[in-house]
């Protein structure tokens, strides 16, 4: 099984259930999709920053990027991983809002130059509200950004949007993907 497959087959063991959930948008589902079970998840972290350093082969990358929480575990994987690859990436986190103490930064991280070119990193975008906050951070702290990945399209309207705004977005997977995979009712190992 190739690392696309096994990362695949983590989302649908790990982080895919069926019932009645409430969105983050508060919009009503039948199913879930809890990506942080695969992005803190040994494995799944390893391979989902595995995937991402591809995708961003031969791009100019100076960060990878993300919102609190979604993001956190991914960013500090590829960020991590970067290194041991020979094309370090550095780390920025996007808070929710503004610290009221010590800098008062929305964007946390080391200091690049203007126009650093930056990937937004997201474990699911269903509306795509915190990326968009992010997006909207880092371009107001000088970044530029470069490209968003997301580990599932959740389908809806965020993809889309973001695409309508300008912005090139490389999903790894969609919902449709995760769904496909027949359930295994054996709980992968942790």
């Given at each position: 099984?190739?690392?696309r497959e096994r990362l695949l087959r983590?989302?649908?063991t790990l982080a895919y259930r069926e019932g009645?959930?409430?969105l983050r948008s508060g919009e009503k589902s039948r199913y879930?999709?809890?990506g942080k079970q695969v992005t803190m998840h040994p494995e799944g972290a390893y391979l989902l920053a595995k995937?991402?350093?591809e995708r961003l082969r031969g791009l100019d990358i100076a960060a990878i990027a993300g919102p609190t929480l979604g993001a956190?575990?991914?960013v500090g994987a590829v960020c991590a991983l970067s290194y041991s690859e020979g094309t370090p990436l550095a780390a920025l986190i996007v808070r929710k809002e503004t610290k009221d103490h010590g800098t008062g930064q929305l964007v946390e991280g080391p200091m690049l130059p203007p126009g650093s070119p930056v990937a937004v990193v997201e474990d699911?975008?269903?509306r795509g509200g915190m990326v968009k906050h992010s997006i909207q951070a880092l371009e107001s702290?000088?970044?530029r950004v470069a490209r968003v990945l997301c580990l599932v399209d959740r389908q809806s309207t965020g993809v889309q949007e973001l695409r309508d705004a300008g912005y090139v977005v490389d999903p790894i997977f969609t919902l449709e993907d995760v769904r496909s995979v027949p359930f295994n009712t054996e709980r992968t190992e942790s």
């Amino acid at each position: 099984m190739d690392n696309r497959e096994r990362l695949l087959r983590l989302l649908r063991t790990l982080a895919y259930r069926e019932g009645d959930f409430t969105l983050r948008s508060g919009e009503k589902s039948r199913y879930y999709l809890d990506g942080k079970q695969v992005t803190m998840h040994p494995e799944g972290a390893y391979l989902l920053a595995k995937e991402i350093l591809e995708r961003l082969r031969g791009l100019d990358i100076a960060a990878i990027a993300g919102p609190t929480l979604g993001a956190d575990p991914i960013v500090g994987a590829v960020c991590a991983l970067s290194y041991s690859e020979g094309t370090p990436l550095a780390a920025l986190i996007v808070r929710k809002e503004t610290k009221d103490h010590g800098t008062g930064q929305l964007v946390e991280g080391p200091m690049l130059p203007p126009g650093s070119p930056v990937a937004v990193v997201e474990d699911v975008i269903t509306r795509g509200g915190m990326v968009k906050h992010s997006i909207q951070a880092l371009e107001s702290a000088g970044y530029r950004v470069a490209r968003v990945l997301c580990l599932v399209d959740r389908q809806s309207t965020g993809v889309q949007e973001l695409r309508d705004a300008g912005y090139v977005v490389d999903p790894i997977f969609t919902l449709e993907d995760v769904r496909s995979v027949p359930f295994n009712t054996e709980r992968t190992e942790s």
